[in-house]
């Protein structure tokens, strides 16, 4: 019961700080959107660069990887398209990492705590 009431209270102080909780957010999704945060795989010879909004701001492939898409055999060809897709997965895990743990820093600065469990679903 005392649990219940404990919750109640705090939605209740959630909720009249609730325009200061949205400027912060917004605060943190600004910082998120500028925030840059790079994959890769095959040892470096695919970079993706991923902002923390999930956009991707650019791909690099070393030579090598050109040679291999354009004149390689299928299963080159096949290896080469693994290597981006890996480096842009690995980019984007990176950035819903940053975000989980920007919005875990942003709650616990506003006196939330969110349960671990979200962050990690964040993330």
Same mark, same amino acid.
């Given at each position: 019961?005392?649990? @219940?009431?404990?919750? +109640? *209270? ?5 909720? @009249?700080?609730?325009? @200061? ?8 999704? =600004?910082?998120?959107?500028? *925030? @840059?945060?790079?994959? /890769?795989? !095959?040892?470096? +010879? ?7 909004? $999930?956009?991707?701001? %650019?791909? *690099? ?5 050109? #040679?291999?898409?354009? *004149?390689?055999? %299928? ?5 080469? /398209? #693994? ?5 842009? /997965?690995?980019?984007? $895990? ?9 919005? !875990?820093?942003?709650?616990? =600065? %506003? ?5 671990? /469990?979200? $962050? =990690?679903?964040?993330?």
């Amino acid at each position: 019961m005392f649990d @219940k009431l404990k919750q +109640a *209270t705090q939605m209740a102080g959630m909720l @009249k700080d609730l325009p @200061k909780l949205q400027a912060k957010l917004a605060e943190v999704r =600004e910082r998120l959107a500028a *925030t @840059k945060v790079e994959g /890769n795989a !095959g040892g470096g +010879a695919v970079r993706v660069v991923a902002f923390c909004d $999930l956009r991707i701001e %650019s791909i *690099t492939l070393d030579p090598a990887v050109f #040679r291999g898409i354009a *004149t390689g055999s %299928s299963a080159d060809q096949s290896y080469a /398209n #693994r290597m981006i897709t890996d480096a842009v /997965n690995d980019a984007l $895990l990176r950035a819903r990492a940053r975000v989980a743990e920007e919005i !875990g820093r942003a709650a616990k =600065e %506003s006196g939330i705590d969110l349960p671990a /469990n979200l $962050l =990690e679903q964040l993330g």
